[in-house]
């Protein structure tokens, strides 16, 4: 897993701006959703994956802890299937054309289109009925056209966003980004999310941390959603 600690100095200009390190610290659970971002054997899976994160199966246990403790703390819990459709060719041609190499696309076309191997969450995520399942055609899931996953949280009413999954710096920096843009609360959690190496995983929370919310660990954010959660629903867990 990464090896990450936010440095001081940034913590002192967070708190400098907000009053607090943790904006989000009182987050009310039943609002919560657990945004987990392709976790799919595209990413994952040696010999399947297209764009292999290795980082990306240590996050596992801490994924479905969150997970768990999300839904037993009243929360929704979505897993983002990144999804390759000839309609995304045509559509996002400037990324598909010029900045990919044609056999890293053709790569990632057999590896992420719907019905293939790498398009399949990876086995060890542990899922529920209860849980929404969301394709995504863009980095984000929330930018314009990308997924209905906006429509989702706001059909259920909530409003605030867990960020999970890899790649930190690509697709669940991107999606950290617009939810904070659309109104939603929004924490990146540093030892649920995965990059191809601890400078880039730590460039791209830093980044968040400064302007667009909050990050906390795994445990960090267990904590806050048992402690805030109805007597009820802690009664249960």
């Excluded at 996002?92 to 990632?108: A, G």
């Excluded at 909530?158 to 109104?183: F, P």
């Amino acid at each position: 897993m990464h090896t990450f600690e936010m440095p001081k100095h940034v913590t002192d200009r967070v708190v400098a701006r907000r009053g607090t390190a943790h904006p989000y610290d009182n987050i009310d659970p039943s609002k919560t959703a657990l945004v987990v971002i392709d976790l799919q054997n595209g990413f994952m899976k040696p010999g399947v994956a297209h764009a292999l994160c290795d980082m990306a199966r240590e996050i596992v246990p801490n994924v479905n802890r969150l997970a768990e403790t999300v839904r037993a703390t009243g929360g929704t819990v979505v897993w983002i299937r990144n999804t390759f459709t000839d309609e995304t060719l045509e559509s996002w041609s400037h990324m598909h054309e010029c900045l990919t190499l044609p056999e890293r696309k053709q790569k990632r076309i057999e590896a992420m289109s719907e019905g293939t191997e790498g398009h399949e969450l990876w086995a060890d995520l542990v899922t529920a009925p209860e849980d929404l399942t969301i394709k995504k055609y863009r980095y984000s899931a929330l930018i314009q056209g990308s997924s209905d996953l906006e429509a989702q949280l706001r059909a259920r009413g909530l409003d605030t966003v867990l960020i999970t999954g890899c790649v930190t710096n690509v697709c669940c920096e991107s999606t950290a980004r617009d939810a904070m843009m659309l109104n939603f609360k929004t924490l990146m959690v540093s030892d649920a999310n995965a990059a191809s190496n601890d400078e880039e995983h730590a460039a791209s929370l830093i980044a968040f941390y400064l302007t667009f919310g909050d990050v906390m660990t795994t445990d960090e954010v267990c904590e806050r959603l048992v402690r805030n959660a109805a007597p009820s629903a802690v009664a249960a867990e």
